[in-house]
């Protein structure tokens, strides 16, 4: 690929979407460049999933994305499912399993999926240059990229450089850049599907429950999740806090209920009769963790056995613990968010081929563009399915 006739796609971003869509593009039969400047390639799916990558989730619909087009990834999601990526997976031998929720994780490590699409890569002839950045793109009848390793003439470019978070792994904002460059707009970025930090009184407050899990239902904005969350000498983590991390905007507060599975009223109405000395923070304890009930009821007005909880007690009780009004100070940012909410406006790029709608021959796919999948495999599975659908057309 180092004489003058231009490739026909060179994709820039060798993560997820990137990959997907050099081999797909490649198995079409046409010749690929696939851009890299990290070392490696895949460098977020290696990390992901705590080291075994939960590369896609059973059950994938829109509404498990964030859009300011709500119907935008509709197409491509259909076009790509999560069995089209299992079938690759299985294809390859690697064993996988259902950890909850539809999650689908690697038995044993991320950089099997790396493998395999390095392999897919190579079987579909896509030449892969890494350590490579691109330093200016020009569109006459083609694409012209100068990059460190040479100029290269491409028929499509694709942009698969995914979002802000964790600039350590090689995140740049080249790809919004670029779709400004071309004449897109973007929906505002920010860190989602990361942790939130706490006022300094409320971190003082909650620091000795640092450790601590419990299941929840946690909403914000008209959306609830049940997961559990996780209280960090910081402030507030665990998947409960990262999916409503998305719906979050900054000053508003979040309502935790701790005990999602019962009403508490319910709770002391049974254990009245049967238990009437028994203490209020005993029934609490069978449900939630201790030093959190010790530390809310502990010496409190509520410090009481059952049979002498009033009906007020029992409606404050409630409110405390159903409705945990809570107003994080932040959150930790794209140091630590596990995606980038908002990007290339969808209203600018085709829904079934990625490409965008002001130049002919330039596609946008993965995390750079306004789609951002809840936390469970989401993100990998429109990763791969906008990779999938550019690949189909570049
Ligand atoms: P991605 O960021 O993967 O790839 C972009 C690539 O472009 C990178 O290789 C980057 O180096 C390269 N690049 C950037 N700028 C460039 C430039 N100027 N020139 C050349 N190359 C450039 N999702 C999920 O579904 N399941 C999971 O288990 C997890 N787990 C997880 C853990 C952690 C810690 C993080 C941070 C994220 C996740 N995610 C996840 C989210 C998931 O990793 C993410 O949504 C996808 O990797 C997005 O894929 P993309 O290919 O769009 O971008």
């Given at each position: 690929m180092t004489d003058d006739a231009p490739i026909d796609v060179v994709v820039i971003g060798a993560g997820a979407a990137g990959l997907m869509c050099a081999i797909t593009a490649g198995e079409r039969g046409r010749s690929v460049l696939l851009i890299e400047h990290s070392a490696k390639v895949g460098n977020k799916i290696l990390i992901s999933g705590g080291g075994r990558c939960n590369f896609t989730n059973l059950d994938v619909g829109a509404s498990n994305y964030q859009s300011e087009?709500?119907?935008?990834?509709k197409s491509a999601l259909s076009r790509f499912t999560p069995q089209d990526f299992i079938d690759r997976v299985e294809r390859k031998g690697i064993a996988y399993h259902e950890k909850t929720l539809g999650q689908l994780f690697c038995d044993d490590r991320a950089h099997q999926i790396v493998n395999l699409l390095l392999d897919d890569a190579r079987d579909a002839g896509v030449e892969i240059w890494t350590k490579c950045s691109v330093t200016h793109i020009e569109k006459s009848d083609h694409f012209t990229l100068s990059t460190e390793l040479g100029e290269v003439q491409a028929h499509s470019l694709v942009i698969?450089?995914?979002?802000?978070?964790?600039?350590?792994?090689?995140?740049?904002?080249f790809g919004y850049d670029v779709a400004k460059q071309f004449g897109h707009t973007l929906t505002p970025c920010a860190p989602a599907l990361a942790p939130f930090t706490l006022t300094p009184t409320d971190r003082e407050t909650y620091t000795t429950l640092s450790g601590i899990s419990t299941p929840v239902a946690v909403s914000c904005n008209g959306q609830t999740f049940r997961e559990a969350l996780l209280f960090t000498h910081r402030g507030l983590s665990g998947p409960a806090m990262l999916q409503i991390n998305s719906y979050w905007r900054p000053g508003q507060s979040i309502e935790i209920d701790?005990?999602?599975?019962?009403t508490l009223s319910t709770l002391i109405a049974e254990w009245k009769p049967e238990?009437?000395?028994?203490?209020i923070r005993t029934l609490l304890s069978h449900h939630l963790p201790k030093r959190l009930v010790r530390l809310w009821i502990?010496?409190?007005?509520?410090?009481?056995a059952i049979n002498q909880v009033t009906p007020s007690d029992i409606e404050a009780l409630s409110a405390l613990f159903h409705h945990w009004i809570l107003k994080p100070a932040g959150d930790e940012g794209y140091a630590k968010a596990e995606v980038t909410r908002g990007g290339v406006n969808t209203n600018e790029l085709s829904s079934k081929t990625l490409e965008s709608n002001t130049t002919a021959g330039l596609y946008f796919v993965g995390e750079v563009v306004d789609v951002t999948g809840w936390l469970g495999g989401f993100n990998f599975q429109w990763a791969w399915a906008s990779g999938y659908c550019a690949g189909q057309y570049a």
């Open positions: 087009n709500p119907h935008f990834a698969a450089t995914g979002g802000l978070s964790i600039p350590q792994m090689g995140s740049t904002s701790l005990l999602p599975e019962h238990q009437p000395k028994a203490q502990e010496n409190s007005e509520y410090d009481k």
